[in-house]
């Protein structure tokens, strides 16, 4: 019976007293919220962004490129109204010297021409501007000696052009030849070149020092575009 009582109590005590949580001194713990952690930062990938980066500098690098090609590029030609030229070649001491877009006779005692239908130096592709002169010439006119001494000169002398709105295109010797009186290839385009060709008449191949009468030959002075 004694045991029955005890055990009795001891549940009561349990009952009453209740469930207690913490330390020393049995005080109950308020409830703690746990805060809400907000979305983690998107990793990075730093190799994608080094990518990135250099995607955009080549593409920078590129229109430079294109805009510093653009810059460079020929300047636009504006196409003389009146075809006359002015021809400059100092190994032969001639300075600004006419030349007519005329082969007639009349127009070579006057000084130098330039045969119709061959190219002028303003034109597009493939050119070869050719020109024609007397050696010896008429007194009191261009043509007078204008190209006695053309037979001297060497690979690399400047020759130059001038139209009438004064641009100016320069040239540099390449070659001489020496041909026929009807060997007219010598006056087409140079495949891949931009020319002007010099003629004058010659005692015959290889004499340039007899000055006529028989003038059986051509020499050409061929000069490329610099």
Not at 56 to 79: H, I, L, Q, R
Request: charged residues 25%.
């Amino acid at each position: 019976m004694a045991l029955l009582v005890l055990v009795l109590l001891l549940l009561v005590v349990l009952v009453v007293g209740g469930p207690r949580v913490g330390g020393m001194g049995g005080e109950r713990l308020d409830q703690v919220n746990t805060p809400v952690v907000g979305q983690a930062p998107e990793i990075v990938d730093e190799q994608t962004v080094a990518d990135g980066e250099a995607a955009e500098k080549e593409t920078a690098g590129e229109e430079n490129t294109e805009e510093e090609a653009a810059e460079e590029e020929e300047p636009v030609v504006v196409v003389p109204d009146d075809p006359t030229l002015f021809l400059t070649v100092p190994r032969l001491s001639l300075f600004e010297h006419t030349v007519r877009n005329d082969d007639s006779e009349q127009a070579l005692d006057l000084g130098a021409i330039k045969i119709p239908g061959t190219d002028f130096p303003w034109q597009k592709g493939d050119k070869n501007t050719y020109i024609a002169c007397h050696r010896l010439g008429w007194p009191g006119t261009e043509s007078y000696n204008q190209c006695l001494n053309l037979p001297s000169i060497q690979q690399g002398d400047e020759i130059l052009l001038k139209d009438v709105n004064g641009t100016v295109y320069e040239y540099r010797v390449s070659e001489t030849l020496v041909v026929g009186p009807n060997d007219s290839w010598v006056t087409k385009p140079v495949t891949g070149k931009d020319v002007v060709s010099l003629q004058t008449c010659i005692e015959a191949p290889g004499d340039f020092l007899t000055l006529g009468p028989n003038w059986s030959a051509r020499f050409v002075v061929r000069a490329e575009r610099a």
